[in-house]
């Protein structure tokens, strides 16, 4: 928590196979405790942020859905969208954004460096109408 906002990063490997963008089973189930995290704070937006390492990303296919570390943010951001209203947040309180590899947490080339910036971020923040209601 900080400055009213809530942050709850999980590294990619808990969600995602490498290279991939379909979450997994243990993940849904984690994602389901999220969603009531989310549902209690009823007078808050979501966010949810992917991120990636910056080593680039080979599409499997010509025309690929994903072809590039920003699509991959992008699509894996949206899974776990989907993951979270399917275990109940509204449509209407939450949205996703990729971010690929431009806002690492940890600038280095290691393995280790790689693994902290390769994670999906869950924002909650107050609802602007009502942040302005208790300003006023």
């Not at 808050?44 to 920003?70: I, Q, R």
């Amino acid at each position: 928590v900080e400055k009213g906002v809530v942050f709850i990063s999980i590294a990619d490997k808990l969600l995602f196979k490498s290279g991939s963008y379909l979450v997994s089973d243990r993940a849904k189930e984690v994602l389901a405790k999220v969603a009531k995290v989310i549902n209690d704070k009823p007078t808050f937006e979501c966010m949810v942020e992917g991120h990636t390492d910056n080593v680039p990303y080979k599409a499997k296919t010509a025309g690929s859905l994903v072809e590039d570390n920003w699509d991959l943010s992008v699509v894996r951001a949206t899974s776990v969208v989907k993951a979270l209203t399917s275990a109940g947040v509204s449509p209407l309180r939450i949205s996703a954004q990729g971010r690929g590899e431009y806002l690492p947490i940890d600038s280095g080339s290691t393995k280790e460096a790689r693994a902290v910036n390769r994670r999906t971020e869950i924002i909650l923040t107050p609802k602007l109408d009502v942040l302005l209601k208790s300003i006023e």
